[in-house]
């Protein structure tokens, strides 16, 4: 897991060849403009998710795993949103078997620690990170970029 500022985005190139694709991306598109739902950005190797919601209590924090894609998930807009974090090996009790086609599995197992993403920040996941995103207190816009590994 990292989490940093888009200023510094330059750093987290060499770890993915299609990072620079994403962050060029995030530098040349009016992201809070953009509508919710899913946007092609290189098919099904590099797609950006936009989503607008409600944040919910840590108490209903549900860690998930991802087996083919990585996050980079992006605050565009609201106070700040707060992330449960566990490694893969910690996630134990599964809501439901992994669903192949959503590329995800929920858990029930509590977070080993929470830490805060504010706007412009953004938090990399790797398939070894579980995380409980969406928690905090208010409404946020937010963009889930899924790196094909």
Not at 115 to 129: A, K, N
């Amino acid at each position: 897991m990292i989490l940093d500022v888009l200023k510094n985005k330059e750093q987290y190139l060499s770890l993915h060849p299609r990072f620079k694709t994403v962050f060029e991306f995030i530098d040349t598109h009016d992201l809070a403009a953009m509508e919710c739902g899913r946007h092609d950005i290189d098919g099904d190797n590099i797609f950006v998710n936009v989503q607008e919601l409600d944040l919910r209590e840590k108490s209903e924090a549900r860690l998930e795993l991802h087996r083919k894609y990585i996050d980079i998930q992006l605050l565009l807009r609201g106070p700040e949103e707060v992330f449960g974090w566990s490694e893969k090996k910690d996630c134990l009790t599964p809501v439901a078997d992994f669903d192949a086609e959503k590329d995800i599995q929920l858990f029930t197992d509590v977070p080993q620690c929470f830490y805060t993403v504010r706007e412009g920040q953004f938090s990399i996941l790797f398939p070894e990170d579980g995380h409980a995103p969406m928690l905090g207190e208010g409404r946020v816009k937010k963009c889930i970029f899924k790196i094909l590994l």
